[in-house]
T-cell receptor
Framework: AQKVTQAQTEISVVEKEDVTLDCVYE???????LFWYKQPPSGELVFLIR??????QNEISGRYSWNFQKSTSSFNFTITASQVVDSAVYFC??????????FGKGTTLSVSS | DAGVIQSPRHEVTEMGQEVTLRCKPI?????LFWYRQTMMRGLELLIY????????DSGMPEDRFSAKMPNASFSTLKIQPSEPRDSAVYFC??????????????FGPGTRLTVT
């Protein structure tokens, strides 16, 4: 079974600060996937990234970057130069191939101006 | 594409009443998921269909909850009888799956259910 820990319940930063959201997962599978989702105050869940367990390259998308460390079972998410619009709850979700996503408790990010 | 469509967006009902939530997945997706989100329990998977067949219903709280997917473009989640503790936001999500490859799920806007 998959398990995920997002140890940071809440993070508060000031605009333009960089912030990293931690995600540590547990799995016994060799093939699995990792996802990040964003839930802004409006409530919808927005897909951010999907990564499979065989691809350990870090990924950058604009101000967003992801660091996948298979050796430490971590898939951390960094927002560079944060903006108020980044305020949301962010969920990390590991996934065993062929099954449904299991979401962590989420990290609430508050960015103030 | 219109995305995942859920109805109603809001539902207020009295304890004991039957509630039916509806979901239309994205066309071409063959997996459908129902989740429930509360402050206390976070985002919980209720049931997961693949090619209209229920694959994992271990998250369905009890017999008062039932879900169906009669065809690839429609699913319902029914609660009968409803109780105040069922108050939550219910999300439907869909994705394309092929063998053991998992692709991203796309979520509907959710149905906010309040049971008084």
């Amino acid at each position: 079974a998959q398990k995920v820990t997002q140890a940071q319940t809440e993070i508060s930063v000031v605009e333009k600060e960089d912030v990293t959201l931690d995600c540590v997962y547990e799995t016994r599978d060799t093939t699995y996937y990792l996802f990040w989702y964003k839930q802004p105050p409006s409530g919808e869940l927005v897909f951010l990234i999907r990564r499979n367990s065989f691809d350990e390259q870090n990924e950058i998308s604009g101000r967003y970057s992801w660091n996948f460390q298979k050796s430490t079972s971590s898939f951390n998410f960094t927002i560079t130069a944060s903006q108020v619009v980044d305020s949301a709850v962010y969920f990390c979700a590991p996934n065993q191939a062929g099954t449904a996503l299991i979401f962590g408790k989420g990290t609430t990010l508050s960015v103030s101006s | 594409d219109a995305g995942v469509i859920q109805s109603p967006r809001h539902e207020v009902t009295e304890m004991g009443q039957e509630v039916t939530l509806r979901c239309k997945p994205i066309s071409g997706h063959n997996s459908l998921f129902w989740y429930r989100q509360t402050m206390m329990r976070g985002l919980e998977l209720l049931i997961y269909f693949n090619n209209n067949v229920p694959i994992d219903d271990s998250g369905m709280p009890e017999d008062r909850f039932s879900a169906k997917m009669p065809n690839a473009s429609f699913s319902t989640l029914k609660i009968q009888p409803s109780e105040p503790r069922d108050s939550a936001v219910y999300f439907c999500a869909s994705s394309f799956s092929q063998g053991l490859t998992t692709y991203e799920q796309y979520f509907g806007p959710g149905t906010r259910l309040t049971v008084t």
